[in-house]
């Protein structure tokens, strides 16, 4: 059982109220899509409509097909959100009550969620200072008797160093779920994520890389059994009809959004290589400033879900957000609390000295506005924006 205290004081960030209000530059993001592809949507849409089948058709079979091929993987199964497909996958890894799964500090609560979903205990790590990404390093220091699987996130575009991951996992028997959320089409080694652990859960949110029109999410492995596991575990624990054989879930991804996604995955490696091109320009032009931009490790090809600088100091990236705000440029700062220091996790004692890294960064994290139809006349008013900044600083 959950225990809520509403009476429980709320800490807001100052510089949250200065967000609040839209800007110009950095929304308007979805509705720009939908202005390059609405047709193309509208098309299948007219297509699916009439066909009177709704959930688990002819249409999620060709996207979990096409996902898994353009993910470098033998199966796809679609999910009703990215936060069902991690839980699942995990459900299907058979982590469960007494286990401990290794994750990194600085990632979107589903994360850990779906770890304690499963009853498991998750057990966080810091980040490495230039990729922001758990390391094997970090990682090894954290297994115990108890551990069961490593859930590494590819965070901002950026796949983790995963083949030392996977050789320490096969060291210690464990199993290995890539959080891809923040990756669809990212690569490495010439390979994709989604291909590189035991399976992969990547969200399909609207505002992700690529994202339905709601809530889905999909998982990816070239294992069979995980994926007959999943597949049970979606859907009400059959693998037969009426024939219940767990207690399953009803995590499906429905025929209309899937249909729509076939449509996006035709446009996500265009779309992933111009946001290499705003962050390009955001490179170039924010070299000389005291901002440290991202580094790309040399087995990594970016696809910038987010372009992130860490600022010299906390106060510094306050009076930057709102500085950029009051120019009309939506910056934002994401993940501003490490999960292991949310209220929900209070229970397992972290400090922040736990994650001297992730404390420091989450302070100074900025991230500046970036998606595949941002303009590029719009990066350069955001890098002009902060070089003025600094000149009157
Ligand atoms: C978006 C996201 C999720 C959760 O996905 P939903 O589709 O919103 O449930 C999980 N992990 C990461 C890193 C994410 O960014």
Not at 148 to 156: D, G, M, S, T
Not at 205 to 231: F, H, W
Not at 333 to 359: H, R, T
Not at 362 to 373: C, G, K, M, S
């Amino acid at each position: 059982m959950t225990k809520i205290d509403l009476s429980r004081k709320i800490e807001v960030p100052s510089w949250v109220d200065a967000l609040l209000k839209p800007t110009k530059i950095g929304s308007g993001e979805l509705e720009r899509q939908w202005e390059e592809i609405g047709d193309e949507v509208m098309d299948v849409l007219k297509k699916v409509m009439p066909t009177g089948k709704y959930t688990l058709g002819p249409y999620l079979k060709k996207f979990e097909e096409e996902f898994a091929e353009f993910s470098n993987s033998k199966y796809g199964i679609g999910m009703s959100s990215g936060t069902a497909a991690l839980h699942i996958a995990l459900e299907a890894m058979g982590v469960g009550p007494g286990d401990e799964v290794i994750t990194v500090c600085n990632t979107y609560v589903a994360t850990a969620f779906a770890i304690s979903y499963c009853g498991a205990t998750p057990v966080f790590v810091d980040i490495d200072p230039k990729t922001y990404n758990l390391t094997a390093e970090l990682v090894e220091k954290k297994i115990t008797s108890k551990t069961k699987a490593i859930v590494p996130v590819h965070l901002y575009g950026q796949v983790v160093d995963m083949d030392p991951i996977m050789d320490l996992a096969k060291k210690h028997n464990l199993y290995v779920l890539e959080d891809a959320s923040h990756a669809h089409g990212a690569y490495y080694k010439g390979r994709r994520a989604g291909s590189l652990g035991h399976a992969a859960a990547f969200s399909l949110y609207p505002s992700k890389n690529m994202g339905a029109y709601g809530d889905g999410g999909v998982i990816t492995t070239s294992d069979p059994e995980l994926n007959e596991k999943i597949r049970m575990l979606r859907y009400v624990g059959q693998r037969v009809k009426f024939i219940h054989e767990v207690i399953g879930f009803q995590d499906r991804l429905d025929e209309i959004q899937a249909a729509m996604l076939s449509v996006k995955l035709r446009h996500l490696d265009d779309w992933n290589n111009r946001r290499r091109k705003i962050a390009a320009i955001y490179d170039e032009m924010l070299k000389d400033t005291p901002l440290q931009l991202p580094y790309v490790a040399d087995y990594a090809h970016h696809i910038y879900y987010s372009y992130v600088t860490i600022t010299p100091n906390a106060e510094e990236r306050t009076n930057l957000l709102i500085h950029l705000a009051n120019n009309d440029i939506g910056a934002f700062a994401m993940y501003p609390i490490l999960v292991p220091m949310q209220g929900a996790y209070e229970d397992l004692n972290y400090k922040e000295s736990d994650f001297p890294v992730g404390s420091s960064y989450a302070t100074r994290v900025l991230n500046l506005p970036i998606f595949e139809t941002f303009r590029e006349d719009e990066a350069r008013a955001t890098a002009e924006a902060i070089l003025a900044y600094y000149d009157r600083a």
